[in-house]
T-cell receptor, first 114, second 112 residues
């Protein structure tokens, strides 16, 4: 089983719909992240959480919200999806005790907004 | 932006040849990491080099870091078709509390 699991893996939706992407991890890491990947733009950080009570905006948080339901669960919501949110979304975790920021990624959730 | 920038954007070589990718960044860093992404899959950590290190090896990978030039290189020796992937550098810039910033990646194609 994957250490970092994302659901759904693929989703097609329409403009204006609310979408939730979920992430769960079995690595026991305290830190969790949501990144977005667009062709030619690399990965950009949307939100990150260093523990259950800590939520921080990344560089492109507008139009997104997150919830850290437990240490192992971190979900990303698009309240009203728009076509330019079509992208590949990655959840990642890291262990603050390692002191390196090394990330462990899920397999990604491909979202298409029509 | 604090992003690292990889160079070249794309690289095509023959199996057995060496592949070199470069990364430049803008500010002081704690460490620099390289990740690999097979097409459409999650990224996988390859190697980390700290700001006080100049060179590091892991199997067929060799990473160098020149903090005076704010640049790093990743060398893959004796490449294989299975090395075909995108490679990203990620920097943990000083003061970021280990929050990584990624470059746009180098697409490496290794032809059999």
């Amino acid at each position: 089983d994957a250490d970092v699991t994302q659901t759904p893996r693929n989703r097609i939706t329409k403009t204006g719909k609310r979408i939730m992407l979920e992430c769960s991890q079995t690595k026991g890491h305290d830190r969790m992240y949501w990144y977005r990947q667009d062709p030619g733009l690399g990965l950009r950080l949307i939100y990150y959480s260093f523990d259950v009570k800590d939520i921080n905006k990344g560089e492109i948080s507008d139009g997104y919200s997150v919830s850290r339901q437990a240490q192992a669960k971190f979900s990303l919501s698009l309240e009203s999806a728009i076509p330019n949110q079509t992208a590949l979304y990655f959840c990642a975790t890291s262990d603050a005790r390692r002191g390196t920021g090394e990330l462990f990624f899920g397999e990604g959730s491909r979202l298409t907004v029509l | 932006s604090q992003q690292g920038e990889e160079d070249p954007q794309a690289l095509s070589i023959q199996e057995g040849e060496n592949a070199t990718m470069n990364c430049s960044y803008k500010t002081s860093i704690n460490n620099l990491q390289w990740y690999r992404q097979n097409s459409g899959r999650g990224l996988v950590h390859l190697i980390l080099i700290r700001s006080n290190e100049r060179e590091k090896h892991s199997g067929r990978l060799r990473v160098t870091l020149d903090t005076s030039k704010k640049s790093s290189s990743l060398l893959i020796t004796a490449s294989r078709a299975a090395d075909t992937a995108s490679y990203f550098c990620a920097t943990d810039f000083d003061g970021s509390n280990y929050k990584l910033t990624f470059g746009k990646g180098t697409l490496l194609t290794v032809n059999p």
